[in-house]
């Protein structure tokens, strides 16, 4: 049973990482494991885990550990995995397409329905069975087309107002791809994803560790 109490944010971006060591778990059919098995596995200290996976609910039992399918489905369920999502990809370049071709995040319930370009030459192509469209229907499309999630692939200067076009028509998360800081309403969410920060710090720490040698 989950507890009523807000979780931290900090927890929150801890548990896809649970989620994908359980998952894991089970592919294996272990049901159960204590906090010290899974610190060993993940990485997080057992107090880290414990503290973490008390906040919703009382899994672990004193000498039992904790029921693996429980605990995976509750994480799903707080991370709204039990849920379908339905999806549009602006910008069918590079990473709008390999976005749009992992099919992965069709399992974890997030689907693509439809993909938009504004190139003459990537409209008509087909991604995955999906069909680019020109962008310039993406207005009627979403008015026709309730929408969950939009996904933002097109150069930073076209970005703000693609996201415009989304939040117009109801889009209540977007996941953005431009390096730039989109601006919307209260009630929309926006998680950015910048692959270039993650390498930054990767080099941050390759120098700081003294492992790069020029
Ligand atoms: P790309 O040039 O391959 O693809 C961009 C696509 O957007 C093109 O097909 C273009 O025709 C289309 N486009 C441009 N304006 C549009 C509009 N108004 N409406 C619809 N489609 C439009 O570029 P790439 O490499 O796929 O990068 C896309 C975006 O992702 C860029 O903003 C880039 O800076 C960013 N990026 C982000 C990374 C990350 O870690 N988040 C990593 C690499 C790139």
Redesign the pocket.
């Known amino acids: 049973m989950a507890k009523e109490t807000k979780i931290s944010m900090a927890v929150i971006r801890r548990l896809p990482k649970y989620h994908r060591y359980l998952a894991e778990l089970l592919t294996n059919d272990i049901d159960r494991i204590s906090s010290k098995e899974l610190s060993e596995r993940i990485g997080f200290t057992a107090s880290q885990i414990r503290q973490d996976l008390n906040c919703f609910g009382d899994f672990g039992q004193q000498g039992y550990g904790y029921n693996v399918r429980d605990l995976y489905n509750e994480i799903g369920k707080i991370l709204g995995l039990d849920k379908n999502y339905k999806t549009i990809i602006?910008?069918?370049?590079?990473?709008?397409q390999a976005v749009a071709n992992y099919s992965k995040f069709e399992k974890l319930g997030f689907h693509l329905q439809a993909i938009?370009?504004?190139?003459p030459k990537?409209v008509g192509i087909r991604i995955r069975d999906i069909e680019v469209k020109d962008?310039d229907c993406l207005n009627s499309y979403l008015a026709q087309n309730p929408t969950d999630i939009g996904i933002i692939?097109?150069?930073?200067e076209?970005?703000q107002?693609?996201a415009d076009i989304m939040v117009k028509h109801g889009i209540k998360g977007i996941w953005n791809?431009?390096?730039t800081d989109i601006k919307v309403p209260d009630d929309v969410i926006v998680e950015n994803?910048?692959?270039?920060e993650s390498l930054m710090t990767l080099s941050y720490r390759l120098n700081e560790s003294n492992l790069f040698n020029e």
């Not at 602006?90 to 709008?96: D, K, M, P, S, Y």
């Not at 938009?116 to 190139?119: A, G, I, Q, T, V």
């Not at 994803?193 to 270039?196: D, G």
């Open positions: 602006v910008g069918a370049g590079n990473i709008g938009f370009d504004k190139n990537l962008v692939c097109v150069p930073k076209h970005a107002m693609v791809f431009a390096p994803v910048h692959l270039s």
